[in-house]
């Protein structure tokens, strides 16, 4: 491994070092409204990676001139990649707003967004429909 | 500019693999526009039938193997998007808009009594794009495509288990751990897609395949895969991967648990085998490995893990999630195999689990709907409460352990017989072995239903014929397609063979 | 918001220039980068900047939430039924050389259409995000802060 090959994959180094970082915040944050903002980081490092394949090196924006007139020596960037993340963007609009609204739910109902609370009322919950339901099943209760 | 290449008339006909994906997705904003819950159930109801009646003939069309190809405007594939419909996603496609049309009229009574009167025209609308979502999943033929129809369903799939959130609000945790767990799954698709895009440079699934066949050895080829199995294997709970689905459909509004059920851990199924058949070739060294080193052991343990955790649920609901964790498996086992029975099995249980579970979830909802909620003890004595009900159970249920005259033998022989060709006669010790574990859990509840006396002054109703009319025709598909399995196997085969035979154009 | 006047003032001047270059996109995107969603976008910023200075009261007076809502649905299908209108004439849905007698003009018309259809989505989808948002009971009363 060269130091011309780190350097020239520099934007999939940072891909990688972005998804793991914003995987890393999902896996291991209690909190409802900093896994969303990890989220966020992981979705945005797939954004990164597909702009990076679509680049061409020398290559420019792929628009065409106002007269239509194409020089064919001019060398375009990939723009497919671009419009798949414009979709992707959207979807990742939507989840966050979705996820948001989710927690404001969880507030509303549990008063809480730390997952140990939310998990701690939960086993309550359980442990008590375990009492209620379990003895007739002669089970866990 | 380039005009598009096609210039033929098409007709009716022809625009059928749009249409059975189109029709609920464009339905689905007129229900808002009208903003009456009526209409929206009416037009909900319409558009399955619709959408179900195309597929059929869609089947029909392409069950000798044929392959119909639909260039969505008018650019010609691999530029252009395609819609490729073949017996696989044909067979799929129906099932998927049949339970649809099946679910919708039980809808109506169910969601009444558990949803509040103003979400409820949006609940169809969600309802519609989900299952819009699911069809374009199947229908498509272009792999990112796959993933922005798989959001579609993904994103409105969390807002109806949300939807449960009015009877318990453990529905909103639910909701919330599959988000992020749909999320990342879905994340790791796109990831794995841009590396097939970087390695083949097109997005057309059937191109794809043309180009990735010489290249076995490419390692972005090969991280492609695994982030396009593990992408999936979330989606559908692939075993170590379920956390989200027990909780998602415990909690979940009964009609939403009934049709998640039936349909949409399958739809993901089924790009699995798209992408391991079609796009990847499984003689791939790979591919193989995986197959045999990771995906059959998981699915060995989905079968008995969840299956021994099911028979120790105190929840009618959850005891049925759990199950469908273990029933995930004995698809993905037939997948695992690497033959032609064993993919028709699989293909052939996406089908006949989809029909029993959607019936025995049916019948929770029922249960739900008299008693407040599905936990055993409160099911004592319904059998002679409820008897169309209870019935409708002891007949799903009997398919779901895979006796024989039901559909869930004819997988479970299929299964069994594949595993015998390659000589594993071990494998079909432990698929019967598992079918065992099944027998006590549903024989817990068959149990309790008959043999317990109800509580003093416990009295329960039938539930109306909207809902015992679609869980009796369930349930005699179950029967049906046990015994005439001319149709069902005929598709699956045909799909299996397609899967298999011709992962190339031809 | 009553006293920050430096703030009222600056957003009634910069509202309706937002609003304009909102339409600029809009209509210059089937031309130049821009089109429907970053159109949309930017209409939307415009009502939310509008309602987070002036209160969500007002802007609910410009744009009620059922309208909201329905003008976002109204734009899904004004796409979706661009693609709709083509399969009468025989075409694949989505060809919009269907529209017009030659296919170039089609092309174009079909874009305009359906870019203003996302647009419109976009739009009114943003603003029902902020107003769902918005519209909750605070937990912290501002005195609190």
Redesign the interface.
Known sequence: MTLEFILGHLNYWLFIIL?MTG?YI?VSRGN?VK?IVG?NI??VS?FM??IS?GKVQGGT?P?FP?DLNIDPNVVYSNP??HV?I???I??GV??T??????????????GSIEEDD?LEI?QH?QAE??S??????G??A | MATPASSAVLTFTEHLPLLAVAVPLLTAPFCVLFGNRNIAWLLAGLASIASCLFSLHLLLQVIDGDIISYHLGGWAPPLGIEYRIDAANAFVLFLISGISSIVIPYARRSIAHEIRLASQTLFYCCYLLCFAGLLGVVATGDAFNVFVFLEISSLSTYVLIAMGAERDKRALTAAYDYLIMGTIGATFFVIGIGFLYMATGTLNMADMAVRIADLEGNRTVQAGFAFVVVGMGLKAAIYPMHLWLPRAYTFAPSVVTVFLAATATKAAIYVLMRFMFSVYQPSFMFETHTLTWIIIPLAVLAMFAASLIAVFQQDLKRLLAYSSVAQVGYMILGIGLLNVTGLTASIIHLFNHGITKGALFMVTGAFVMRKGSSFCDNLAGLGKQMPITSGAFVISGLSLIGVPGTAGFISKWLLVTSALEKGWWWMAILIVGSSLLAIIYVWKIVEILYFKEAPEGNTAKEVPYSMLIPMWVLASVCIISGIDTDLTYAAAKAAADGLLGAGVVR | MRHHLILRVITKLIVPPILLFALYVQFHGDYSPGGGFQAGVIFAAALILFGIVFGLRKVKRVLPPWLVIRLAAFGVLLYGGTGVVSLFVGKAFLDYSALAAYPKDGQHYGIIAVELGVGIAVATVMVAIYYAFASRPPRINDEDW
């Open positions: 998804m995987f999902v409802y896994k989220l992981f979705q797939v990676f597909y394949i924006a628009i106002v497919l990649p798949l414009l979709t992707a959207v979807v939507a989840t707003a979705l996820g948001l609204a989710l927690v404001v739910r969880i507030r509303e109902e549990y939310i939960e919950i429909e375990n209620e339901h379990g003895s007739a099943m089970g866990r």
